[in-house]
């Protein structure tokens, strides 16, 4: 029984939802292609097989940070483990070959420079060797929301020990992203195990935010409302990040930023004092997110939107690790949108990528627009093995609650920068009875386009979309081209549809 050995060498008394299923697909000597989200145990998945054979478990991490807090974590358990970084003296890289020499199980922390390695790559070729995982795997892709160029040689693990196992694990991955993981890894029909992306604890809720001043006021609010627990709040901009802090610093105590502007001395105190509770809360850019592992934040908060849906839910999951009840509130407005445009269309990448970040921003503009059930759109969106209709703890499904951070008294006040206001194109007056009746009948039409297709409403359109629609109640193909947030792709996808639903097809 595998419930023994996790009882005996980790104390828990059952897996969680998909471990079980990923550590067998492993120990049966197949790779696998993994996916748990934040606080979903990824780790268990290759620590486990380490004891289970009694040999060699080579983990590739990103972060030297990561691997020391691993590996601190293992020891407690009694766990045989060390790693190999730049901050290590030539004694202490001696000492985790020693101990590995002695035979057993041992799980081996490493960057993924090294394993580009000569010197290591000739080590490992004749090494028991239990499994090889790939952590944080979605810096494989390019398709992917975090994509790292040293992870592009990781595919001669494979080369080397084709006998060996190698399984991939990420929080957060598209088909697409899983489609690109398996084959820059070279992996041999992966088994896919994507799991856990329902987190019953977190309420999601999105707000839209005209502009500064009333993004303040939704964060006011929120910061007052929630009085236990820690905070973080994302920002796009370092600048804003910094900004938003000293604003903060004045309304509220404990209050700290972080960065990757900052030094590295500035990073890793900013990240103890986070950790000891010295900070409450903290104004961040996505640099702060990688291998934190707090039980109690209690609300995170997208001040600016984030690039893709991939980062939002990342982000979204460091709230609630305990798994008490948490809030994740992303104030959304015209002008984030118009900040990714600018950092897509500044970048570098190849053309495929930058139309792939394109394509990712507008699935989270529809999120944002959307009107379905969040989490329901969220599981639908990852492919996940369980789906639910309904979830009862998001804005839509639950827009009650006492969970939701309430709407504030939106009044003029500092605002962080003074920029110009954009002007939205789509008209914010009600629906009449008629453009509702309109409206109800294109969601229903849209929900069932979307199950039909197993893929999310809103990738379809948002709401701001479909009311426009039943507000203009386009008669033709081309009056269509005139509708908020329909492109010719979606006129030559849905178009007829459309007509069809509104009773005016020509």
């Known amino acids: 029984m595998l419930e023994t050995l996790l009882k005996k060498s980790f104390q828990l008394s059952e897996f969680r939802i998909g471990q079980k299923d990923i550590i067998s697909a492993v120990l049966a000597k197949k790779d696998a292609l993994a996916v748990l989200p934040t606080g979903g145990g990824k780790s268990l998945c290759y620590q486990y097989p380490a004891l289970h054979h009694q040999q060699l478990v080579i983990v590739v991490s990103p972060l030297i940070a990561l691997m020391k807090d691993q590996v601190a974590s293992l020891q407690k358990f009694g766990i045989n483990s060390g790693c190999l970084h730049s901050g290590q003296n030539e004694d202490e890289k001696r000492a985790v070959f020693a101990e590995i020499n002695k035979g057993g199980a041992f799980i081996l922390y490493l960057s993924p420079e090294r394993v580009q390695k000569e010197g290591f790559q000739k080590w490992i070729k004749d090494r028991q060797i239990a499994l090889f995982a790939v952590d944080e795997a979605h810096c494989v892709s390019q398709w992917g929301h975090d994509f790292r160029e040293e992870y592009t040689g990781l595919k001669i693990l494979k080369a080397l020990r084709p006998d060996v196992p190698v399984l991939a694990l990420t929080a957060s991955a598209t088909p697409t992203v899983l489609n690109d993981i398996a084959k820059n890894l070279d992996l041999k029909k992966p088994e896919r195990l994507v799991h856990g992306f329902y987190r019953p604890n977190l309420y999601y809720q999105v707000e839209s935010c005209n502009d500064d001043e009333a993004k303040m006021a939704w964060l006011s609010q929120s910061l007052t409302q929630v009085q236990s627990g820690r905070i973080i709040i994302y920002c796009g901009t370092r600048k804003i990040t910094e900004d938003l802090a000293t604003l903060l610093q004045k309304q509220f105590s404990s209050v700290g930023f972080y960065h990757a502007g900052l030094s590295s001395k500035d990073r890793t105190a900013t990240q103890q004092d986070y950790a000891e509770g010295k900070l409450r809360i903290l104004v961040a850019t996505n640099a702060f997110g990688m291998g934190i592992d707090q039980p109690d934040v209690r609300l995170v908060v997208h001040f600016q939107m984030p690039a893709n849906i991939d980062s939002l839910y990342q982000e979204m999951?460091?709230?609630?690790?305990?798994?008490?009840?948490?809030?994740?509130?992303?104030?959304?407005?015209?002008?984030?949108?118009?900040?990714?445009?600018?950092?897509?269309?500044?970048?570098?990448?190849?053309?495929?990528?930058?139309?792939?970040?394109?394509?990712?921003?507008?699935?989270?503009?529809?999120?944002?627009?959307?009107?379905?059930?969040?989490?329901?759109?969220?599981?639908?969106?990852?492919?996940?093995?369980?789906?639910?209709?309904?979830?009862?703890?998001?804005?839509?499904?639950?827009?009650?609650?006492?969970?939701?951070?309430?709407?504030?008294?939106?009044?003029?006040?500092?605002?962080?920068?003074?920029?110009?206001?954009?002007?939205?194109?789509?008209?914010?007056?009600?629906?009449?009875?008629?453009?509702?009746?309109?409206?109800?009948?294109?969601?229903?039409?849209?929900?069932a386009k979307a199950t039909q297709l197993d893929i999310p409403a809103f990738v379809i359109f948002g709401?701001?979309?479909?009311?426009?629609?039943?507000?203009?109640?386009?008669?033709?193909?081309?009056?269509?081209?005139?509708?908020?947030?329909?492109?010719?792709?979606?006129?030559?996808?849905?178009?007829?549809?459309?007509?069809?639903?509104?009773?005016?097809?020509?």
């Open 463 to 506: 709401d701001q979309t479909l009311k426009e629609l039943a507000k203009k109640n386009p008669t033709s193909l081309d009056e269509l081209r005139y509708i908020y947030g329909i492109g010719e792709a979606k006129i030559e996808k849905y178009g007829w549809d459309i007509l069809n639903v509104l009773g005016n097809n020509c």
């Open 317 to 447: 999951g460091r709230a609630g690790r305990d798994n008490q009840p948490s809030t994740c509130l992303m104030l959304y407005s015209k002008k984030d949108k118009g900040l990714q445009s600018y950092f897509i269309q500044n970048s570098t990448a190849p053309k495929a990528i930058k139309d792939s970040k394109w394509r990712n921003l507008e699935a989270l503009v529809e999120y944002s627009e959307g009107g379905e059930c969040r989490h329901s759109e969220i599981l639908t969106y990852y492919k996940d093995s369980q789906r639910i209709r309904r979830c009862g703890h998001c804005d839509v499904c639950a827009p009650e609650s006492e969970r939701r951070i309430a709407k504030p008294v939106i009044q003029k006040t500092v605002t962080l920068a003074k920029k110009k206001k954009l002007t939205s194109v789509v008209d914010g007056s009600p629906l009449t009875e008629l453009q509702e009746f309109r409206f109800q009948d294109l969601r229903n039409w849209r929900k």
